[in-house]
T-cell receptor, first 113, second 111 residues
Framework: DSGVTQTPKHLITATGQRVTLRCSPRSGDLSVYWYQQSLDQGLQFLIQYYNGEERAKGNILERFSAQQFPDLHSELNLSSLELGDSALYFC????????????FGQGTRLTVV | TQLLEQSPQFLSIQEGENLTVYCNSSSVFSSLQWYRQEPGEGPVLLVTVVTGGEVKKLKRLTFQFGDARKDSSLHITAAQPGDTGLYLCAGRSGNTGKLIFGQGTTLQVKP
C-alpha cells in the first residue's frame, strides 16, 4: 500500500459527460501529480500541485482541470468526455524536493462509451 | 522537450536467464527512478538513483545511473516468473519535481 488513495477505482460514463476523480496523498506529502496512462501513449504527465498551487503543467487538455484543496487532497475534473479519454488516471504524491520519491495510487479506470 | 527512451519494449525470456533494460535520453536528469507496474495497478517504486555513476542493488536487480545522468540501466539476474511486469524508468525534470516516464518494458518470464 503506497498510502495514496484514489476514488473511484472504476468509472463508466457516456460521451459529453463530466466526471471528477479524487486523490488523497500520503500523509505529509505536499505535492500531487496527475498522470494519464493509455495503451498507446504510456504514462503522460498532466499536472502538478504543491500545497494548493499549480506547479507544473504537462499535456493536459483544456477540457480537463484540477485543483488541490487546503487538506491537500486533489481532484481532477474531466469534461465534455470523448471516447479517446478512456484511460487509467493515476495520482502520485511526494514531499517537495527535486529528488524526493513519488508514490502512486492504484488509479481510476475511466471508460467513456 | 525531455524524452526518455526505453529498450527493449518487449522481452520474453525463460526462467533463470539474465536481462538488461535500457533507459536513454539526450537530457540530464537530477534523478532517475525505476518502477514496476502490474496490470490494473499503479506503478510501484523500485529504486531512485541520484549520483552519476551510481549503482544500486535490490536482491537480483542491479540499477545503474550513467556518469552524465542521461541514461540508466536495469539488470536482472536469474529472472523468475514473479519478475513479470511492466518496468518503467522516470526522470525527474528540473526543480518542479515532475516525472517524465519512458514508454516501459514489458517483461514476461516463462517458467
Amino acid at each position: 500500500d503506497s498510502g495514496v488513495t484514489q476514488t473511484p477505482k472504476h468509472l463508466i460514463t457516456a460521451t459529453g459527460q463530466r466526471v471528477t476523480l479524487r486523490c488523497s496523498p500520503r500523509s505529509g506529502d505536499l505535492s500531487v501529480y496527475w498522470y494519464q496512462q493509455s495503451l498507446d501513449q504510456g504514462l503522460q504527465f498532466l499536472i502538478q500541485y504543491y500545497n494548493g498551487e499549480e506547479r507544473a503543467k504537462g499535456n493536459i487538455l483544456e477540457r480537463f482541470s484540477a485543483q488541490q484543496f487546503p487538506d491537500l487532497h486533489s481532484e481532477l475534473n474531466l469534461s465534455s468526455l470523448e471516447l479517446g479519454d478512456s484511460a487509467l488516471y493515476f495520482c502520485a504524491s511526494s514531499e517537495w524536493g527535486a529528488n524526493t520519491e513519488a508514490f502512486f495510487g492504484q488509479g481510476t479506470r475511466l471508460t467513456v462509451v | 522537450t525531455q524524452l526518455l527512451e526505453q529498450s527493449p519494449q518487449f522481452l520474453s525470456i525463460q526462467e533463470g536467464e539474465n536481462l538488461t533494460v535500457y533507459c536513454n535520453s539526450s537530457s540530464v536528469f537530477s534523478s532517475l527512478q525505476w518502477y514496476r507496474q502490474e496490470p490494473g495497478e499503479g506503478p510501484v517504486l523500485l529504486v531512485t538513483v541520484v549520483t552519476g555513476g551510481e549503482v544500486k542493488k535490490l536482491k537480483r536487480l542491479t540499477f545503474q545511473f550513467g556518469d552524465a545522468r542521461k541514461d540508466s540501466s536495469l539488470h536482472i539476474t536469474a529472472a523468475q516468473p514473479g519478475d513479470t511486469g511492466l518496468y518503467l524508468c522516470a526522470g525527474r525534470s528540473g526543480n518542479t519535481g515532475k516525472l517524465i516516464f519512458g514508454q516501459g518494458t514489458t517483461l514476461q518470464v516463462k517458467p
